[in-house]
């Protein structure tokens, strides 16, 4: 399996992927990623099916690629659950800013701040209906995911993933999504936290309104509410760990 260098990007040759290349190529690179980790058991196939926007079948397509790569456990009766890496490499190119696991929160917050208020001012002025019919489905299924944190987690991605490419500019939505993956593993630890989700999913809510509004302070400083929340929670768990 080749890893595409973006999860999942806009380059040249992405449609010549099929679908379940690129449903596999999104669950290798959480698990690649720390976002899912040894032992996590995944959503069922309907489930992941609902949040990714694709077929059932083509969900056990994904995850029967991924099984046959070590990386996912696959049992009769029992949720699929989440070995490891596996024997599959993840690229270099798998992130532009090949250095940001160096770099201080602070500085990456900072930085991911001043990005993404671009990309949600291109994003009110471009996204389509169909991406803000995306985002409503995603966060409306998300109500129901209080406590299933893992499932969450795939649908929070997916969530700024279609944020992103609303944008219209691909080289931004890359940059940000680089963002988006620094110190999951925190993130992770803090969307366990009681409320933590509730939390995301409202914010979530008001981003999707204030894109509605068509109006790009209203979705800025939305953003700028989520962006804060995320710093401030994922700093908290880097000071106790």
């Known amino acids: ?61 994904a995850i029967g690629m991924l099984q046959a790569w070590r990386m996912l456990e696959v049992s009769q009766g029992a949720r699929t659950r989440v070995l490891g890496p596996g024997t ?22 900072e930085a991911r701040a001043a990005v993404e208020v671009q990309v949600i001012r291109l994003a009110t002025r ?33 969530f700024h993933e279609v ?3 609303a944008c ?15 110190a999951l ?7 366990q936290r009681p409320g933590a989700i509730a939390h995301s999913v409202t914010d979530h809510r008001a981003i999707v309104a204030a894109l509605k509004s068509g109006d790009p302070e209203t979705a800025v400083a939305a953003m700028q509410r989520h962006l804060d929340q995320v710093h401030r929670t994922t700093q908290q768990e880097i000071d106790h760990s």
């Open 163 to 165: 944020l992103y490419r």
């Open 1 to 61: 399996m080749q890893l595409i260098p973006r999860i999942p990007g806009d380059t040249p040759n992405i449609t010549r992927r099929t679908i379940r290349d690129q449903i596999s190529d999104k669950l290798a690179y959480m698990i690649h990623s720390g976002l899912l980790r040894p032992g996590d058991e995944l959503p069922s196939e309907r489930e992941l099916a609902i949040t990714l926007g694709v077929s059932r079948e083509t969900v056990r397509a």
């Open 185 to 191: 593993e925190h993130r992770r630890r803090a969307l």
């Open 88 to 109: 599959v490499a993840v690229q270099d190119s798998v992130s532009t800013l090949r250095d940001l696991g160096d770099r201080s929160l602070e500085e990456v917050a």
């Open 126 to 158: 471009r996204i389509t209906p169909a991406q803000l019919s995306r985002l409503d489905r995603l966060v409306a299924d998300q109500e129901t995911m209080m406590d299933d944190p893992v499932r969450f987690q795939i649908s929070d991605q997916e």
């Open 168 to 182: 219209g500019n691909g080289l931004l939505a890359d940059v940000v999504f680089d963002f988006y993956g620094y």
